[in-house]
Structure formats: structure tokens, C-alpha cells
């Protein structure tokens, strides 16, 4: 859409009008940042009373934000897209706490030998970002790159995360969720409701070709120092080789998540 030349609070934007300088990454910003903040996404109507920007500015950052994946535009609305959370994803590997949650992987994999990962919840885009990994020595392991999402629902990782999230999200969640991806039979909203209710009472979640056939994996919860999960840790690799040792590597994996949580939560500034 071209701008209207004569529009007074276009007019008053001056040199920003080619959507370059300060003030245009300044609006850049303040578009992930309301967006992040829902889950339905936003109105391009919405977003410009919001952001107090005209919506001829809004569509010249939109357009090319959608085109390459950081938005996502359906029925409407924006939403936040798979090419941010990709982004976040690497911006959250050069953060301090996947740096202080490493050495615990590093034990996880010479104990167990397999693949580990550090994953987190991202609530706007309904789905876990796996933000760290160690690989397994082994050369039959799990391979999975740094930034990769997946489904909530299509991850025992996700639903160790939805286990300990607030209901607030939970419970709409569930209650809401489409099974976009092909899941294997008898995974349902029940099944993953059992589930969580399982996790939260056993503080572990395990699996053996679920959802993928042929990969097994152990996953525990990372607590700050409020109580509140903020990350799992997921041990994962061929399906045979958890079979062997499920009860050892659920102890495992379990012990050490509560000594990385215990250093998470001493590292916490402010009150506890």
C-alpha cells in the first residue's frame, strides 16, 4: 500500500518514511513485543491504535515480516511466526542459563551416553524451543539442531512443560488445541491429560516410540528458585537402548535436573 502523501501523521514522520532509522526499529520492536503478549494474534487495526503507528507505516514492516516467516497473517490477524522463534531460540543459547545448564548436560551425556537437550516453553507460539544440545558420542544418536520447535502436543518434552505450566495457559490450551500434525493412534487431549497428571505426580516423563517410532526418550523439569519450571532437560535416542535401562535412566536424568535447578534457584536474584 503506498502512502498517502497527504496524511498529516504520515507527513510527521519526515525522513522515517522509508521504514529505516531509529524510530522505525523502535516500532519494529514494539510490533513483536504486543504480539508476543497474545495468542490470538492482532488486527492490523489493532496493531496501529496499539502502537500509535498509521497503517500504511504497519503494512511496509508487515509485508516483508510475513514474507520471510517472522509473522504469520491467517484469518486477519498477525501472529508471531516459526522464523522468530527461531531467532529467540538462538538468542536464547547465548544467554547466560543455557550456559550454566550446560555442565549438567555434559554430565547427562557421559552417564547415559545419549543425546541431550535443554528445552523451553514458548507460550505465543504454542510449541517448545529446544535452545541447547549435547550430542550423544555414540554414532547411531539423535540429531536435532539448535532452535528446532516442535508442537506442544507432538513432544513428550511439550507435555512435561504443559505439565508444569500455570493452568492459566494450560487449561485453555488443552481445551483448544488442533492436531495440525499426524499423530500416532491414541494420542488424544485425554491421553496427554493422563499424562501430565502422571508427570506431575512423578516428576519424570518417559517414552518409547511415542510419538516417534524408533526414539526413546527421559525428560525432567528445571525449577527456578520460585518453584516454577522454566526449562527440561530431555535425554533422547534410539528406542532399543532405552528399553535396556528405562529405570535408570529415569532416576538419572531426574537427579540431575533437581541438582541444575538448585543452582538455577541460587543464582536467582531477588527474592526468593
Known amino acids: 500500500m503506498t502512502r498517502q502523501a497527504s496524511s498529516a501523521p504520515l507527513a510527521a514522520e519526515g525522513p522515517e518514511r522509508d521504514n529505516t532509522g531509529p524510530r522505525s526499529l523502535t516500532r519494529l520492536l514494539g510490533l513483536f513485543d504486543v504480539l508476543s503478549l ?8 489493532e496493531l496501529s491504535a496499539t502502537l500509535a503507528s498509521p497503517k500504511s507505516s504497519l ?6 515480516l510475513v514474507a520471510e516467516g517472522y509473522l504469520i497473517h ?3 490477524s498477525y501472529r508471531i511466526g516459526p522464523s522468530i522463534i527461531r531467532l529467540s531460540a538462538s538468542v536464547m543459547s547465548a544467554w547466560n542459563f543455557p550456559k550454566m545448564i550446560r555442565p549438567f548436560m555434559e554430565e547427562l551425556v557421559e552417564r547415559t551416553g545419549e543425546t541431550v537437550l535443554l528445552g523451553v516453553l514458548n507460550k505465543e507460539a504454542e510449541a517448545v524451543a529446544f535452545v541447547e544440545l549435547v550430542n550423544s558420542p555414540h554414532p547411531v544418536r539423535l540429531q536435532v539442531p539448535v ?15 504443559l505439565a508444569y505450566a500455570d493452568k492459566g495457559f494450560r ?10 500434525l499426524k499423530m500416532p493412534a491414541g494420542i488424544a487431549r485425554a491421553s496427554i491429560t493422563r499424562e501430565m497428571a502422571k508427570i506431575r505426580t512423578e516428576g519424570v516423563c518417559s517414552s518409547i516410540d511415542t510419538p516417534i517410532a524408533g526414539v526413546g526418550s527421559v525428560i525432567a523439569p528445571v525449577f527456578d528458585g520460585n518453584g516454577e ?10 528406542a532399543d ?6 529405570d535408570l535412566l529415569r532416576a538419572t536424568v531426574k537427579e540431575v535436573a533437581a541438582r541444575a535447578s ?3 534457584g541460587a543464582a536467582q536474584p531477588g527474592p526468593k
Open 38 to 45: 497474545t495468542q490470538n494474534g492482532m488486527s492490523l487495526a
Open 59 to 64: 503494512l511496509n514492516l508487515l509485508r516483508p
Open 74 to 76: 491467517a484469518d486477519g
Open 147 to 161: 532452535g528446532t520447535v516442535r508442537p506442544l502436543y507432538a513432544s513428550p518434552t511439550g507435555w512435561l512443560l
Open 171 to 180: 487449561d485453555p490450551y488443552m481445551a483448544s488445541v488442533q492436531f495440525k
Open 229 to 238: 519450571c522454566i526449562a527440561s532437560l530431555t535425554v533422547a535416542g534410539p
Open 241 to 246: 537402548r532405552f528399553r535396556k535401562d528405562m
Open 262 to 264: 538448585g543452582i538455577v
